[in-house]
């Protein structure tokens, strides 16, 4: 190899070596608040690589099964001054639900569970928030699955926000959990095989597109 094929060669491994270390040093000082006031107000997104919704329910009295639905949309109007006057939206695509057991997803898309075919969307529409502490909340909502809506609560903690140290955009992130009976919205098939408390843990984050 010649001096300059070796020139050639190297320049861009030091290139990819200096982005690389730039980035690293941007996650490694990377900070978040965990004070909601400190996070920019405005419209978010959800980001759906870094948003989960899971769900367990009794099975036989032996475990608690775990789901989740992969494909989830959403929107977040942020009042960090002003808590309370939040509001948030959810879709979650029914046909996404992931039990791991391919046949066990085909049956609880089909009509004795969520009719994906014909009731395609699961949605939440936030009603409330009440702040219970610096970083804590309870979120009222309205879900609806199957065309039938009961209010349900959600148990917040706001985890941090900032802008993202790869994109530079707003984000904040959130945990939540809840529970309610499936019997409520007419799902009590395979009852009491499988039971009907149904408890829900979300991990979301949602991102300020850049004007």
Sequence with gaps: MGPMRGIKVFAP???????????????????????????????????????SVHFDVDH???????????HIEGTLDAVPAAPEKSSLSVTIDAASIDTNVRELDEILKGADMFD?????????????????????????????IRNRTNPVTLHVTFNGAAPDPLT???????????????????????WPAVGNEVRVRIEAEFVKPKS
């Design 13 to 51: 491994l030091v290139f990819v070596l200096l982005l690389a270390g730039c980035t690293a040093l941007k996650v490694v000082t990377h900070k978040v608040s965990d004070d909601p006031v400190d996070a920019p107000a405005g419209a978010y997104r959800i980001d759906p690589h870094h948003t």
């Design 60 to 70: 036989l009295g032996f475990s608690r099964f775990v789901a989740r639905f992969n």
């Design 116 to 144: 994906a075919a014909n009731h395609p969307d699961i949605r939440f529409v936030s009603t409330g928030l009440k702040r219970t502490g610096q970083a804590r909340g309870e979120m009222t909502g309205d879900l609806t």
């Design 168 to 190: 530079a955009k707003d984000t904040l992130g959130f945990s939540a959990t809840g529970s309610f009976d499936r019997a409520d919205w007419g799902l009590s098939a395979w």
